[in-house]
Structure formats: structure tokens, C-alpha cells
């Protein structure tokens, strides 16, 4: 940053101020300089205006040092940890979210609640969970000890009868296909 008076300008207010500085002296066009600086060529204009009547000093943001807009306010986001670490740490964002509108009449949005509670550790964002392992099942050892049966319900036969299931005895040993048959439904009566 480069000290200007008291305030500091920061290396984009500086490139922002050589830009200007180029179309005052004719180097630069309006457009260019817009394009340059990424902005519309009406607010380049805008920029200009300020800087030929106020100086260098206005390509300064002016919310600089300020607080923003959507920041929530002071004590609040404490408050809200508070009571989640004390009633809610195992419950989910949302019904965290839900209880506190409820009970505690803290209106914060979901996504402010998820944040506060990712940043204080209570909760795990999906992307970073470890993945579940599902241990695979060994087969069984002899035939027949165990035949899976899976339906298939479909319009096997088209418009030349009715929609009927397809049932698949499979032997688990061996993968072998003991038996298929078309019933009229999926049921331990077929």
C-alpha cells in the first residue's frame, strides 16, 4: 500500500489512478480504460468526474474501515455458539437453525448457522466427511446355502400381454442363475 496523507492506498487504487491519470492526458480512452479496469464505461466516467474535482484521494473506497453490510451483529454470533454448544452441538444445521428461531427467538439463516458451527467444529461440511466403507460380504462356501431372488417389473412382452415381473433365483456360492420365471407380481405368494 502507499501512504497518501493519511490515507493508504491500496495496488489496485494506485493502477486505478495511473489509468485515470491516462485519460486526462489523452493516452487512454474512456472505453480502453474502462475495459482496462474491468468496469462499465459510464462508471469510468463516473470515476473520472471524481477525480478531476476531488483528487486522487476519492478513488479511495469510501466503505473502507467500515464494517459490511451483511455482518451480523456484534455479540450475536457468540450468543448463538453459546446456546448451540450447550443444547444443539449433535443436532444438524437446519433444525439448529429452526430451535433457535423457535425457542430462543435467534433469527439467523441456515447458512450463517452452518458457517458459525463449521468454524467452531461442531459440524463437518459433506465434502470433508470420510467416505463410509462398506465391508463387501463373502460369498457362502456351497451351493445352495443361499439363493438371492431379485424381481424385475416390466412390460416384457409389449402390447402383447400384460406387464409381468421377471424373478431371478441366483446361487451366491457360484453366481449361477438356478431358476427364472415371469410371475404376475413380485410376492411370496408367486
Known sequence: MTAYGTEFFSMNDVNR??????VIDRRLTTRLAATRLEISDRHCRRLLERYREHGPL???NRRRGQPGNRQLMPGLAERALRIIRERYADF??????????????????????????TRDGLWIPRKLRPPRVHQPRPRRA?????????GSEHRWFEDRGPACTLLVYVDDATSRLMQIMFVSSESTFT
Open 58 to 60: 476519492s478513488l479511495v
Open 142 to 150: 456351497c451351493t445352495g446355502e443361499l439363493i438371492q431372488i431379485d
Open 92 to 117: 444438524g444445521p437446519t433444525l439448529v437453525c429452526e430451535k433457535l428461531a423457535e425457542i430462543h427467538d435467534l433469527y439467523l439463516a441456515k447458512e450463517t448457522v452452518r458457517k458459525l458451527m
Open 17 to 22: 489512478l495511473r489509468i485515470l491519470q491516462d
